[in-house]
């Protein structure tokens, strides 16, 4: 997929568009730069998980789970389901999963780089 290439001749509304995209790319991207939302992204690309398995996966307390879990929510990357006192979380779509794969390549394969 080649990147696009700005000219002289672009539009108002092509450029518009360019930065409407950049936003939402910039978003998306402060969204998963925590390293503890980055692993929870990394737990949820296996399944759903409810928060109680979250915490013990992470081994971190529920209120930092949640005020993440929150921010990924606003974010729109993952989904929530309620089962009776239980949340359980889902990612959104397949962009999540997409960029932990660029990521995993980038930098926990065997030869990150080669």
Do not use: W
Request: charged share 25%; aromatic share 6%; net charge negative.
């Amino acid at each position: 997929m080649a990147l696009p290439v700005f000219t002289d001749t672009i539009t108002d509304t092509e450029m518009d568009r360019i930065v409407d995209n950049a936003t939402n790319a910039s978003n998306f991207l402060k969204a998963v730069s925590h390293e503890g939302r980055m692993l929870i992204l990394c737990h949820l690309v296996t399944g759903e998980k409810s928060v109680t398995e979250l915490e013990e996966l992470l081994s971190a307390r529920q209120a930092a789970v949640s005020q993440q879990l929150s921010r990924l929510r606003l974010e729109g990357l993952v989904v929530p389901r309620r089962e009776g006192k239980a949340i359980y979380y889902r990612l959104a779509d397949d962009k999540p999963r997409r960029i932990l794969e660029l990521v995993y390549d980038l930098f926990c394969a065997e030869n990150p780089g080669a």
